[in-house]
C-alpha cells in the first residue's frame, strides 16, 4: 500500500501539557519539552507551552474548560491552527477539542506515528508504520479521525491516507491481517540472516533517540548510516561487523531509540526489529551526557 502525502500549510502549533499534581510538574514539563522536540521534527513552528495542575484529565477536553477557552484566544493571537496534547485524547476528546478550539488537534501517540512515517524509508518500516497506524485508528474510523483526515493535512495526515480512513472496519482489519502475514514473512528472513551469525559475538546498541547510537555505530563499523540532529533518524535495525584490526570478530546492531509514551501500537508493530536487542550478547547502552536527564 503506497503511503500518501499532503502538502498543507505548515502547522502553527501550542502545545498542551498536564501534571497530576504539583510535585510532578517538573517531570511534566521535560515531556512537554520533549514534545516540543517532536513538533519539530514533524516540520510544525511551536508558538507557546501550556501546562495545567490537574489532579486526572477532563473527560470531555482533557484540561479544563476554562484553559480551553484561554488557548483559543492565543491562537487567534498567536495567529495558531494546531493544538498539540502530550497525552492520548480520547475520540470524544479530540472531537469536542476541534470543535470548541476550531483548529488541528493532534495527540502524542499521533504525533510520534507521523513522524515514524516521514521517516520511513525501507519496506519492512513502511509496513510496520502502517500497521501501527492502522491499529491506531482502527477504533477512531466512526466519527472524528474520518473527519479529521478529510479536513485537515500535516501531521496525523501523513500514512494510509484519506481514502483509506474512510473505508470500513472490515477493510481495515483484512488490511492489519495483510500486513502482519507480510512482516511475519520478513521475521523468518530476518532469522535466517541470524543464524548466518549466531557464532559471533553480538552488541547492540540502545538508548534513547537522538543519544548518538548511529554515530558510534559508524566509527565501530566504518559504516555510513544516515545520521542527524533530530528524533528518530533510525527506524531500522542495522547490523555489521566491526571493522578490521580486531582480534575477535563482533558484529554491531544500531537499534531504534526509545522515548517516553511511545504508543503501544509502535512498539507491537516494530518487534521483529527490536528482536536483536534480546538476541545480542551485550547491550551497550549509549547516553548523551549533555542531556539533564
Known amino acids: 500500500m503506497v ?5 498543507p500549510e505548515i502547522e502553527r502549533a501550542i502545545l498542551i501539557g498536564l501534571a ?16 516540543e522536540r517532536l513538533a519539530q521534527t514533524a516540520g510544525a513552528e511551536v ?18 474548560s476554562g484553559l480551553v477557552k484561554e488557548i483559543k484566544g492565543q491562537l487567534l493571537e498567536l495567529e495558531g491552527n494546531c493544538v498539540i496534547f502530550d497525552d492520548q485524547l480520547s475520540p470524544a476528546q479530540q472531537r469536542n477539542l476541534e470543535k470548541e478550539l476550531e483548529a488541528k488537534v493532534v495527540d502524542r501517540p499521533i504525533l510520534i506515528l507521523d513522524i515514524f512515517a516521514r521517516g ?18 482502527l477504533p477512531r474510523l466512526t466519527g472524528a479521525w474520518a473527519h479529521f483526515s478529510r479536513q485537515y493535512g500535516g501531521i496525523g495526515a501523513k500514512g ?9 472496519r472490515r477493510q481495515v482489519r483484512t488490511r492489519i491481517s495483510h500486513l502482519k502475514n507480510k512482516l511475519t514473512k520478513l521475521g523468518v528472513q530476518r532469522e535466517t540472516q541470524r543464524k548466518r551469525r549466531q557464532n559471533l559475538f553480538k552488541i547492540a546498541l540502545v538508548g534513547y533517540t537522538n543519544a548518538g ?14 545520521t542527524a540532529d533530530k528524533l528518530f533518524t533510525t527506524l531500522d535495525s542495522t547490523t ?28 507491537e508493530s516494530f518487534k521483529s526489529t527490536l528482536e536483536e536487542v534480546s538476541r545480542a550478547d551485550l547491550l551497550l547502552h549509549v547516553v548523551d551526557c549533555s542531556d539533564p536527564r
Open 213 to 226: 547510537k548511529s554515530t558510534l555505530f559508524n566509527r565501530l563499523t566504518k559504516s555510513q548510516i544516515q
Open 160 to 168: 494510509p491516507g484519506e481514502t483509506q480512513l474512510e473505508i470500513d
Open 240 to 267: 555489521r561487523e566491526m571493522s578490521l584490526g580486531y582480534p575477535r570478530k563482533v558484529v554491531f546492531s544500531d537499534t531504534v531509540g526509545f522515548i517516553k509514551k511511545l504508543p503501544h501500537q509502535l512498539v
Open 120 to 137: 520511513a524509508r525501507t519496506a519492512a518500516s513502511r509496513l510496520q508504520v502502517e500497521l501501527a497506524q492502522l491499529e491506531y485508528t
Open 47 to 64: 508558538l507557546a507551552q501550556r501546562m495545567q495542575v490537574r489532579r486526572k484529565q477532563n473527560p470531555a477536553f482533557y484540561v479544563g
Open 20 to 35: 497530576p499534581n504539583s510535585l510532578l510538574k517538573k517531570e511534566a514539563q521535560e515531556s512537554l519539552n520533549e514534545l
Open 3 to 7: 503511503i500518501e502525502y499532503n502538502k
